[in-house]
């Protein structure tokens, strides 16, 4: 009881030492990084999503940036269509993303492992069609997009919504829903057995991510002042996995270095190729691709396992953790 | 108590911004010293559309050779008497990228203007952000039509290159006047960019649109076009349109030759119709198949002997050599990002020194005329005219006909919109 008393007490210090830093930040830096750590705050809330439905549930998704898209084409559609004022249509984005995650999630539930990390895929390279097609042009512009706004950096309002949902993740993943989710995930025949029913399970993973993937798609489209169907195209979605898996699966916490290095890796990527005078001759993608080997070599497992390995170092007792594996239902693991 | 109030934090913000803005001159323009100006572009250097950045790549070069060459009026290296700094940023094709990048050019970068973006919905998606800041997006490096017919509205943005529907109505003109009884099927890539082509080509055709007989659309992410062909051919078509993006444009030319389709005409977008494009249509056909295609061109193709001694031709090849000595230098597409460099360089050599703003640009931008003696990689007799009543800068074309491996001129020169000639 102490133990998990202590560790209350260290993960609620750690969030109120966050959010003073990220509180503060804006005075500190330019227009520009402000709007780079606006950006940050929606992938952490899209990683967040994510996590619950990867890391806790132990489902591969390559579908978030469809969902986020969902989100996003909602928004651009109530403001340009309707003239709502952005900040009133997230709440329609995140229940409509939440349901279309409810009705894709029933169906993909038949799928495991590869099998669905394809049929997530598919539906991201689906989206960026079905946005651009003339069929839908009523609602999504077609290939031209929509307009409505000025490209914007709401700083504040970005991450206060990104606190809700990290508060709401660790309220539902804490509770009877997040055992029951890591019982599916880590033993699914072990959890039929004690009664659980696991389709109810994951399809309620993948409508909460996909709640979660819709606000976040809301706010980049808010913070875009437009949107076309190239924002949300399939590599946005493995770009999120590859956050995720960054940060670390199934740790919350670990979600914002996946966030930080999803916009600034890309980033410093091509700054520093500028820099070596590289950039003539090798694509920043090349650079982007070596730092994301390095940072998997250094960090297996994820950032937030570096953290907790740290920990385990000047721990008393010797807490033993092995890396989650994602997607096989059956791995057992020694942290629970 | 309000106002004072309102007074002081206008004081402060004024003397923050006057402490930041020192290091420039309080006065000055942005981007704009005594001896550098400085100006950028956002551009797919990684992603689906990374065949594009060439043209990133030769603008840079050549503004190598301006800034360590002494050359126009004023003897000085350089252009318009500055160092030209021209900072690219790769937006991998992602519009979430180019809003990113393109404020990090203006907030961080401070640049002067935007040139030579790349991509129609990209740059579509940062002009109200610069139009609202009043900073110029010039030369964006795509023809939608809209840049030169929407630019009332939008002042501070203007395209270069000849747009898709006047490029359209030049094919439609031709088969109107000599293969008036031809039966047209167009392939066209779903979007904006492939109705645009056949809205000029329907334009051209005029009291002859009925002989478009069939159109059949792909989609980006289709991976293959023979449900397309095989239906355009069995419409009895003669003369096929490809209205395309080159990956697609390719694999269009592979299937004709994989289902025994050889249309009597077969006309290509010039977007495709670069060297490096044909000789992978051709890898991937055959020459029976791609031979005989008619395209249009503006600018010189450095992979024709045509220009074998061509003084333009030897500078490009001359500046290849020194700046990107690695670079294939008959991708014509380098060539595209040097004449759009030089008609950048040729704007401000023609605005003299103490009165660049972002203002006298645009207004000289907006009234201008660059022939092929100022710039020597348009083809002879192109040039960018802007004025009152005409938008569209580079105003000619060049009708031409692929044959063993390379392009060849048939006709003079053609004007895509007759009508906005005075």
């Known amino acids: 009881v102490k133990a998990i008393l202590r560790a209350h007490v260290v993960s609620g210090a750690c969030l109120v030492i966050g959010i003073a830093v990220i509180a503060a930040l804006p005075s500190f830096m330019g227009a520009f990084e402000t709007r780079n750590m606006s950006q940050v705050g929606l992938y952490f809330i899209a990683l967040l999503g994510l996590n619950i439905v990867t890391g806790y549930s132990g489902q591969i998704s390559l579908g978030q940036g469809a969902f986020m898209g969902v989100g996003g084409y909602t928004t651009a559609f109530l403001a340009t269509e309707h003239g709502w004022g952005v900040w009133w249509t997230i709440p329609v984005a995140a229940v409509i993303a939440g349901v279309s995650g409810f009705l894709f999630g029933i169906p993909a539930l038949r799928l495991h492992g590869p099998y669905l990390a394809l049929g997530t895929f598919a539906l991201a390279v689906a989206f960026v069609d079905l946005v651009r097609s003339d069929r839908f042009v009523d609602v999504t512009g077609g290939s031209q997009g929509l307009f409505f706004g000025l490209p914007e950096a709401p700083y504040y309002e970005t991450w206060g919504i990104a606190l809700g949902a990290l508060l709401v993740a660790w309220l539902v993943l804490a509770g009877k829903f997040g055992r029951a989710l890591k019982a599916v995930r880590d033993a699914e025949l072990a959890a039929v057995s004690s009664g659980l029913n696991p389709a109810v399970f994951k399809t309620l993973a993948f409508a909460l991510s996909a709640t979660y993937a819709g606000v976040a798609g809301a706010l980049l489209v808010i913070q875009l002042g437009s949107v076309n169907y190239l924002v949300f195209v399939p590599t946005l979605s493995i770009t999120l996995l590859v956050g995720t898996a960054l940060g670390g699966f199934g740790l919350l916490f670990g979600t914002i270095f996946g966030a930080l290095f999803i916009q600034y890796a890309p980033l410093k990527a091509e700054e520093w190729a500028n820099e070596v005078g590289l950039s003539n001759e090798l694509p920043p993608s090349v650079t982007y691709g070596v730092f994301l080997l390095l940072v998997l070599f250094l960090m297996p497992g994820g950032a937030a396992q570096l953290v907790l390995r740290v920990r385990g170092l000047f721990s008393t007792t010797k807490q033993r953790y092995t890396r989650p594996t994602v997607g096989e239902g059956t791995t057992q693991r020694s942290d629970t | ?422």
Request: hydrophobic share 40%.
């Open chain 2, 1 to 422: 108590m309000r106002k004072a109030a309102l007074l002081f934090v206008a004081a402060a913000g004024s003397l923050v911004f006057g402490l930041t803005g020192a290091a420039g001159g309080a006065e000055a323009t942005p981007g704009v010293t005594a001896k550098v100006v400085t100006i950028g572009g956002t551009f797919p250097l990684s992603g689906p559309a990374a065949s594009y950045a060439p043209i990133a790549r030769g603008i840079v070069a050549y503004y190598s050779y301006e800034n360590a060459t002494k050359r126009g009026a004023d003897k000085a290296r350089g252009c318009g008497g500055r160092q030209v700094k021209y900072i690219v940023e790769d937006d991998a094709f992602n519009p979430t990228q180019t809003v990113t990048k393109t404020i990090k050019l203006v907030q961080q970068d401070k640049v002067f203007a935007t040139v030579g973006g790349l991509g129609t919905e990209p740059q579509q998606q940062v002009r109200a952000y610069l139009n609202k800041n009043g900073i110029p997006q010039v030369y964006v490096s795509t023809g939608a039509t809209f840049w030169g017919s929407q630019q009332k509205e939008w002042k501070w943005t203007i395209g270069w290159q000849p747009d898709y529907q006047g490029e359209g109505a030049i094919y439609g003109r031709r088969i109107k006047a000599q293969t008036p009884n031809a039966k047209i099927a167009i392939i066209y890539q779903n979007d904006d960019y492939g109705k645009d082509y056949i809205a000029g080509l329907e334009a051209g055709l005029g009291s002859n649109k009925s002989q478009i007989v069939a159109t059949r659309g792909y989609n980006l992410t289709d991976a293959s076009v023979a449900p397309q062909l095989l239906a355009l051919r069995g419409s009895g078509a003669d003369t096929l349109m490809i209205f395309a993006t080159p990956t697609h444009t390719i694999r269009t030319y592979a299937t004709l030759r994989a289902i025994g389709w050889k249309p009597a005409n077969v006309y290509l977008n010039s977007v495709s119709a670069t060297d490096t494009f044909m000789t992978l249509a051709l890898a991937n056909s055959n020459a029976a198949t791609v031979n005989g295609s008619i395209s249009v061109q503006y600018l010189k193709d450095p992979a024709s002997p045509e220009w074998a001694n061509d003084a333009g031709m030897n500078l490009y090849k001359q500046i290849m050599g020194k700046y990107l000595p690695n670079a294939k230098v008959t991708d014509g597409l380098y060539l595209y990002g040097f004449a759009k460099a030089r008609s950048f360089c040729n704007v401000l050599d023609s605005i003299p020194k103490g009165k660049l703003t972002r203002a006298s640009l645009m207004a000289k931008v907006l009234n201008f005329t660059e022939t092929n003696k100022l710039n020597p990689f348009f083809l002879p007799g192109v040039s960018s005219t802007t004025s009152k009543s005409d938008k569209f800068p580079l105003s000619a074309e060049r009708l031409i006909e692929f044959e063993n491996g390379g392009w060849k001129a048939v006709g003079q020169l053609v004007d895509p919109r007759p009508s906005k000639k005075k």
